[in-house]
């Protein structure tokens, strides 16, 4: 059985639909109006803390002595576990509420910064051996302007480390719901569904695009693509989570890719 306390941290979803949004899906991701809630149920939940970071971790593989970005690090989590290996890790976000957290967490020595990964980023060229986008780029519509500084920022033949909505996932979600006309596979689509979490509410906004369109996306930005990876969950879910992996012990839920910077 989850446990209460995973109970209460957990994020219900509901898809809604384009007629419900009424803000400009690239301004209504208000994180910072729900930053403790949503950093509470990433530290304890199946997809975040038993799926999409320890896939992270294990795709960057040995860290120690690398430097890294987290590029869109939130409240720190993966920034921290990335540290604890051995690496020394910058992070940036656009929500400043999520921020003051990583910063709480991990002590007022951290390289942290307030920036938006749509534009120019303040770093130097060549700086990192690697970067980890972990679950960011899917906020954005047009990949091109972010690959390029994230290019620009990586060292020659260093990684990006990327995970994003699995495509197929979030059509199968609108097809589910009947609403398959709103967003086709083959279509970069907005997409709103509205979290609840810790007694919030809030709209949240991605796009989905195929993967062909990200695959040209990342070779164009100057990225070659050694690894695609459609994970397991970690081990450890089986027993914080039996019901839910007994019922479904491999599910599409994100889509992971290694890239190296040519």
């Known amino acids: 059985m989850i446990s209460s306390e ?28 729900f930053a403790g809630a949503y950093a509470a149920a990433n530290e304890t939940n199946l997809v975040n803390a038993y799926y999409e970071r320890p896939a992270m971790l294990a795709l960057a593989g040995d860290v120690a002595g690398r430097r890294i970005l987290d590029a869109g690090c939130g409240s720190g989590s993966l920034f921290a576990a990335l540290r604890d290996r051995g690496a020394m890790v910058s992070g940036f976000d656009a929500s400043g509420g999520m921020l003051e957290l990583a910063r709480q967490r991990l ?18 060229d060549d700086t990192f051996d690697d970067v980890v986008a972990s679950l960011v780029l899917h906020y954005l519509e047009d990949w091109g302007p972010a690959l390029a500084e994230l290019r620009r920022i990586l060292k020659p033949g260093g990684r990006l480390i990327a995970s994003v909505d699995h495509p197929f996932a979030i059509n199968l979600i609108h097809r589910e719901a009947g609403r398959e006309a709103e967003c086709s596979y083959f279509d970069t689509t907005s997409w709103t569904v509205e979290w609840t979490v810790g007694g919030y509410t809030a709209l949240v906004s991605r796009w989905n695009r195929p993967l062909h369109a990200m ?20 081990p450890a879910a089986r027993e914080m989570f039996p019901e839910a992996i007994a019922a479904e012990p491999r599910f599409l839920c994100f889509l992971f890719f290694v890239l190296q910077a040519e």
């Open 6 to 33: 995973r109970q209460e941290h957990a994020i219900s979803s509901r898809l809604v639909s384009p007629s419900e949004v009424s803000v400009d899906p690239s301004k209504g991701n208000d994180y910072d109006s």
């Open 107 to 124: 002590g007022d020595g951290a390289d942290l910064q307030v920036a938006d990964l749509g534009s120019p980023l303040p770093y130097s």
């Open 215 to 234: 695959v040209e996306a990342f070779t164009g930005a100057g990225f070659r693509i050694t690894v695609i990876s459609e994970p397991e969950p970690d």
